[in-house]
Each structure stands twice: as structure tokens, then as C-alpha cells.
């Protein structure tokens, strides 16, 4: 059992900048690919960012070029720094961990984008 634990969330303005972070309870953090996703309100929960235990990374159109996910396997944790944020970013942001077929995910961090 992996125990993910997001923090960093909460209200900023817009085109403000904000920075997550996931840290996991397993010595094997490593091996796991890593993920971000995001569900607003009345909408399904979708795939932000991405990377694989490789480094690869992977980005929505929606968010490329603002947002940068990073993973520290030191400090088992990973990162979401989001830039040049807008209204529509507005979600919970949930952390996953994932190797094979088993995936685990955190409790999710409030990011709300308004003036």
C-alpha cells in the first residue's frame, strides 16, 4: 500500500503561480510512474501531467508550456509547478502513483484561480 500525500493548493489570482507536491510512503518511489490529474466541478477527472520513473514526461494540451511536473526520488516526491495560471484550472488536483497495473492515489489539494 503506497500513501500519497498532496500539498500546495489554494487561491491564487490570475496568472499567478503555484506550486504541488505529492510525497509517497514507499522506498520503491522510484519505479513508479507519477501523475497529476484534476476534476472541476460537474466535470470528469483528467490527466494533467505525467512521469515515467524514466524521467519522460507527458503534458494536456491544455496546460503546456505553463505547467511542470518534476519528480525528487531523494525526498520521494513529486512536483507540479503550474505558471501563468487561469480561471479554468480551477480543480481538485490528485496525485497518482502508478507500476503495472496498480495504481494508487492521493486525497487531492484544492487549486482555485480567481480574483
Known amino acids: 500500500q503506497v500513501q500519497l500525500v498532496e500539498s500546495g493548493g489554494g487561491l491564487v489570482q490570475p496568472g499567478g503561480s503555484l506550486r504541488l507536491s505529492c510525497a509517497a510512503s514507499t522506498s520503491a518511489f522510484s519505479l513508479y510512474a507519477m501523475g497529476w490529474y484534476r476534476q472541476a466541478p460537474g466535470k470528469q477527472r483528467d490527466l494533467v501531467a505525467s512521469?515515467?520513473?524514466?524521467?519522460?514526461?507527458y503534458y494536456a494540451d491544455s496546460v503546456k508550456g505553463r505547467f511542470t511536473i518534476s519528480r525528487d526520488n531523494a525526498k520521494e516526491t513529486v512536483y507540479l509547478q503550474m505558471n501563468s495560471l487561469k480561471p479554468e484550472d480551477t480543480a481538485i488536483y490528485y496525485c497518482?502513483?502508478?507500476?503495472?497495473?496498480?495504481?494508487?492515489w492521493g486525497q487531492g489539494t484544492q487549486v482555485t484561480v480567481s480574483s
Open positions: 497518482t502513483a502508478t507500476m503495472g497495473i496498480q495504481s494508487y
Open positions: 512521469i515515467t520513473s524514466s524521467g519522460s514526461t
